[in-house]
């Protein structure tokens, strides 16, 4: 091969790495292990856009890199491949989501087939195969049949709990259960009938069924997670959702709050995204106290963190959802009431927590009386108050806390100071010394010294005690949907059973519509004969019509990749033994408080039941930034089809316009193609500047509205895979946001086709010596080789590429084509243009393949410097190059420069006036 030909080299190179099987991962106990995890991608139409790598692109560096370290790599990739998009579309079109979903696949796959990435494809998962989603189904069986033990802390089987219950009754049972459980013996439990034994034993279950408020979309049919609604509308389509109770399948998170909140500090993860996920399971130390209520036998029971200010409060403060506002609001105000919580109700609750700006709220007529004081105190419902969050009551206390200050003061409700000389701010932070001011048994006292008290007043008159509470809810388990895993569970006398595991995998079922029936059933009651037979049983009963959320395949996939064609187990012991958990976890924050946490729970829960052997799946984990669109504009002179250039714009009256980028080169418009890019601009006029229509550009993300999405098969086919991959590397760190920009793509291109050119002649042949390499070429290429390597490990991968240039401008200046030089230098090298490597490799008389080749040592002593190279010069102008020993003496040095041909030359025999040495820089002669 004569010239740099990177489109018949990177094909040449898939080819062989797919013919070699050369990733392909096995089981090497006598080898380290190294597993490196990529986020897989949902399969959308679009395909990918040049962001999309970045990550993949650093994960598959580190994974060649580590392969030339020897270690024995896992680097899978797979797709989540159920979920919205694909359903919304068969709904629209009336194709199966199946058949999108693998068109959509095929493409990603040739799409990163394409950028040369080390997959093993051996590997591969797809969350909507059954042989997949089987497993998915046998963890949810697994979490059906288990309830947790604070006493042991971990997950047990439900057959201990019956075992407990026909022992005791639930007496000394310390478990995560609904929160109304009532007490019941032994002999109350053998007298059960077994739907009531039923009944109770799935208030206890890790994966339940209960009566809950979700986030309900009429028009796609479907209840969606918090993250997935952003005020009060689907943040997919933009669809109105309201809050609503249904039966609906939950799992207790919450049973592993504590325990996904010390997992925390065991994991090498960025503080910002732990911090989000402690923030979001809202740990608070605390009191749980009980208020009566004027003319009611009901109480409200509140959960407070600042117990120490019970006095200062004024009011009490109700989430609208609660079922206790109708029995005690007065026909007064009863209307007002109602007209608040039909609005409030269709509040997400994330928008309700962040919108601290917006004060609204109603009275319910009653009263509470405060049993510190005996004060009587209007009962309020407002918004800000969560229903899921402690016991959805808050006591206000606007003299202590800024939200219920400027709540009391919207309507004009009594403020009591709290702390002496301490305004709202300061009360709330209880570091801040100062005795209580209110009248009443905590008058006087510190912070400490009020909380122990009210503590131990509220345990004394049995009206509440000290508690530790969350602020992290059960994860509801359950959409309304076709395209996702059917749960694997069956319906008796309306009680829900486990379908028997060898049964496994309840397939999705073929139906007529992908949309709720008339009767506003999930679609799933569209298929016929969708039912369940026990072994044993002559009688179908009907399967649960739900069918799982997103999350559900995502949250274990890691361990299907380490033995992914197992069909008698999720994953052997052999594989888990040996793969362990993830070394390195690339993705983005955006899944903090969803993917991330539902699977470090099933991940901890998985542990607890002997299936899993790690604690936490990810040891390592990083977010890389986002790769963002670099838009350009064109300038519209209003009223017309003219075009004003932009040095030219604010000559004319003109409204600026997205252009498809496309259409640019370095901001210079291609103006036949703009005229052919739409028909309504085909006579477009245009105003030059120099002959030339210059766009603005601002960056943004990419999207699609904006055409300024940069299709990486574009990219490949002008520049190659080795050139995006290492352009995207150089965009900056891994971690920062950075915007597209190709004016810079054509200097790493210019680059790798000048790290051809060491190998190859001016005749493009290839021409390397065997000639030993000077001290020079030592020193460039193992300085070379320890910054990689350091960078590497340091995901510093920015600085390599610009390591390598510089390594590559050296070599070139001194013309070296040593062979010892080089052959190091393409090893460094394959981890981020492999392809470029791989043929270089082979043309260095190597079989096997770079990914083989085991990465160089470094020899420190070539760093070391023994001399230096001065500048020599006289009266302002270098005039010589000496090199000194480092331990030369400054009078040898002098005396050698003086000696020296050049320096006599210059100064013409005359003795310099003085002589300024500069060590390790220069040497200036003054005549």
């Known amino acids: 091969m004569a010239s740099y030909e990177f489109q018949t080299i ?75 998009p694909a359903e919304q579309y068969a709904i629209q079109t009336g194709q199966h989501p199946a058949v999108t979903t693998e068109e959509n696949i095929a493409r990603y796959k040739e799409q990163l087939k394409n950028i040369g990435f080390s997959f093993d494809w051996s590997k591969e998962v797809q969350t909507c195969d059954p042989n997949y989603y089987k497993w998915t189904q046998w963890i949810f069986l697994q979490l059906f049949d288990s309830w947790y033990d604070y006493n ?73 997670s918090n993250d997935e609604v952003k005020d009060g509308f689907s943040e997919r389509g933009g669809f109105p959702v309201v809050r609503k109770n249904m039966k609906q399948w939950s799992m207790r998170i919450t049973a592993y709050a504590e325990r996904l909140l010390e997992g925390l500090s065991t994991v090498n993860w960025p503080e910002p995204l732990k911090e989000m996920q402690r923030n979001w399971i809202g740990k608070s130390k605390g009191a749980e106290m009980d208020f009566a209520i004027e003319g009611h036998e009901d109480k409200i029971t509140v959960f407070t963190t600042r117990i120490d200010t019970v006095c ?31 609005v409030a109700k269709n509040k997400s609750e994330r928008d309700r927590m962040t919108n601290v ?9 009653a009263y509470a009386i405060n049993p510190f004081n005996n004060e009587r105190m209007p009962i309020w419902i407002a918004d800000y108050v969560l229903a899921g969050y402690g016991t959805g009551a808050v006591m206000a206390v606007p003299g202590g806390d800024q939200r219920d200050f400027d709540f009391a003061k919207h309507f004009d409700l009594p403020i009591l100071p709290v702390y002496d000389g301490m305004d709202v701010s300061e009360i709330a932070d209880p570091t801040k010394e100062g005795k209580i001011i209110n009248k009443g048994i905590l008058e006087g006292l510190t912070f400490q010294e009020a909380t122990d008290k009210a503590i131990a007043y509220l345990e004394e008159n049995s009206i509440g005690s000290g508690k530790i509470n969350y602020r992290i809810r059960d994860a509801i388990f359950a959409r309304q949907r076709y395209w996702g895993e059917p749960v694997p569970i069956y319906f008796k006398d309306g009680i829900p059973y486990p379908v028997a595991q060898e049964d496994l995998p309840i397939v999705l079922p073929e139906i007529d519509k992908y949309l709720p029936t008339e009767d506003g059933d999930p679609p799933l009651a569209r298929a016929e004969g969708f039912t369940y037979t026990p072994k044993g049983s002559s009688e179908a009963y009907p399967l649960e019509m739900s069918t799982m959320p997103g999350w559900a395949g995502s949250s274990w996939y890691w361990y299907r990749y380490m033995d992914a064609q197992n069909d008698g187990q ?28 539902y699977s470090r729970f099933w991940n901890k829960f998985l542990c607890d039941k002997g299936f899993a052997k790690e604690e936490e799946p990810f040891k390592k984990l990083v977010n890389q930034g986002m790769i963002q669109g670099r838009s350009n504009f064109v300038y519209r002179v209003k009223g017309t089809n003219k075009f004003a250039s932009l040095n030219l714009k604010d000559q004319h009256d003109t409204t600026p316009m997205h252009v498809d980028v496309s259409l640019v080169n370095n901001d210079v418009l291609d103006t036949e193609a703009f005229k052919a890019w739409r028909p309504d601009l085909k006579d477009a006029e245009f105003v030059l500047e120099n002959g030339k229509y210059l766009c603005g550009y601002e960056v943004e993300k990419m ?9 990486p098969d574009d990219i490949i086919e002008k520049y190659g895979a080795d050139t995006l991959r290492m352009y995207e590397m150089f965009l900056g760190p891994l971690e920062q946001f950075k915007p597209w920009n190709t004016h810079g793509i054509d200097g790493v291109f210019k680059f790798l086709r000048k790290f051809w050119r060491l190998f190859h002649d001016s005749e493009e042949n290839f021409a390397v010596s065997d000639d030993k390499p000077t001290q020079e070429e030592q020193k460039i290429i193992h300085r070379t080789i320890k910054k990689v390597e350091e960078d590497i490990n340091n995901l510093s991968l920015n600085t390599s590429v610009s390591t390598l240039m510089i390594a590559v401008n050296e070599l070139t200046s001194l013309k070296c084509n040593k062979r010892e030089v080089l052959e190091k230098l393409v090893i460094a090298l394959s981890p981020f243009a492999p392809h ?69 030359k210059w100064t013409e025999g005359k003795p310099p006036k003085k002589m300024i040495i500069v060590p390790k820089r220069i040497i200036n002669v003054v005549v």
């Open 10 to 84: 990177e094909k040449k190179w898939q080819q062989y790495w797919q013919e070699q099987q050369s990733f392909k991962a096995e089981v090497k106990p006598d080898q380290p292990k190294f597993y490196a995890l990529d986020m897989f991608p949902y399969p959308s139409g679009a395909g990918l856009h040049v962001g999309h790598p970045l990550g993949y692109i650093a994960s598959d560096i580190v994974c060649r890199f580590k392969r030339s370290k020897g270690f024995n790599v896992l680097h899978p990739m797979g797709f989540d491949a159920f979920g919205l």
């Open 152 to 224: 042991t802390n971990k997950a047990r089987a439900i057959d201990e709990l019956t075992t407990l219950f026909a022992q005791n009754g639930n007496t000394g049972v310390n478990a995560a259960c609904d929160e109304d459980i009532t007490h019941f013996s032994a002999e109350d439990w053998t007298g059960y009938s077994e739907a009531q034994q039923q009944e109770i034993l799935l208030r206890y279950r890790l994966t339940y069924l209960s009566e809950t408020t979700v986030n309900w979309c009429p028009e796609m049919g479907t209840v969606l």
């Open 312 to 342: 200062g409060v004024t009011f009490l403060v109700l989430a609208p959802e609660l079922d206790l506002i109708q029995k005690i609001t007065t026909d007064e105000q009863r209307k007002h009431v109602q007209d608040y919580v039909e």
């Open 357 to 365: 700006k917006t004060v609204s709220g109603a009275f319910t007529g």
């Open 570 to 597: 999720f994953v052997s012991d052999e594989a888990q033994n040996y793969w362990k958990d993830v070394d390195l976890y690339i993705g983005g924050t955006e899944h903090a408080t969803g993917h991330l946490l």
């Open 703 to 711: 999207s699609k509205s904006k055409y300024n999405v940069v299709n």
């Open 836 to 904: 470029l490597a791989e043929e270089l490799w082979e043309q260095l008389g190597h079989t096997g393949g770079v990914s083989l080749a085991q990465f160089p040592a470094f020899d420190e002593s070539f760093l070391t410097e023994s001399s230096h190279e001065y500048p020599i010069s006289i009266n302002g102008k270098v005039r010589a190059k000496i090199s000194f020993p480092i331990d030369k003496s400054k009078e040898e040095i002098e005396a050698e420069v003086l000696a020296h041909e050049a320096v006599l």
